[in-house]
Every structure is written in C-alpha cells, then in structure tokens.
C-alpha cells in the first residue's frame, strides 16, 4: 500500500518560514519523480516545486528563490524549505510522486497571517 505522508504545515507570519517533509512508503522511492502541489480555496491545484530521481528540480514563478525542494533516498522523503512566506501562499499543500503511476499524499495545511 502506497503512503505519502505530508507533515509540517500550520500558521505562520508573512516573512516567516516553515519545511514540510513528505514521508513515503510502498515505493521504490529513489526511482520516483516527487513534487509539492498546493491549492488555495476557490483555485485549481498547482505546482509549487519538483525534483525528478536525479535531483533535478524546477519552480513555479510564484515561489522561486523563496522555496527549496530536496530529496533524501535514506528515508524515503521530500521536503519544501519555504522562507519569506507570503499571504498568497496560504493553500493546502500536497506531495506528489510520479513514475509509472501517480500517487498523492492527504495534503497539510499552510497559513500565512499576521
């Protein structure tokens, strides 16, 4: 059985900074393509972040410079270091993992307000 488990959201000022860690089991983690999506009430989901088996990542326009995505093959998971949050990064955030097949995680909330 195939889990992604997202941890690390919560309420954060604007300027401030969180890591989520996405925790997975059931795959062969190392050969997977993993990313972080989120989706903010009333819009569709988007891609925040990506990184593919080898480590090669891209951003969303919105995000890059402020957010990191990395890997560890170890222990099975991917984070998002977000710095200098803003109130439109506020959105349910959800790891993805892409080879073969798609598989997602239950998301974690992020809410960016003073």
């Known amino acids: 059985q195939v889990q992604l488990v997202e941890s690390g959201g919560g309420l954060v000022q604007p300027g401030g900074s969180l890591r989520l860690s996405c925790a997975a089991s059931?795959?062969?983690?190392?050969?997977?393509?993993m990313g972080w999506y989120r989706q903010a009430p009333g819009k569709q989901r988007e891609l925040v972040a990506h990184?593919?088996?080898?480590?090669?990542?891209n951003y969303a326009d919105s995000v890059k410079g402020r957010f990191t995505i990395s890997r560890d093959n170890a222990k099975n998971t991917v984070y998002l270091q977000m710095n200098s949050l803003k109130p439109e990064d506020t959105a349910v955030y959800y790891c993805h993992a892409l080879r073969s097949n798609v598989y997602w995680g239950q998301g974690t909330q992020v809410t960016v307000s003073s």
């Open positions: 990184i593919t088996s080898g480590g090669s990542t």
């Open positions: 059931g795959i062969i983690f190392s050969i997977h393509h």
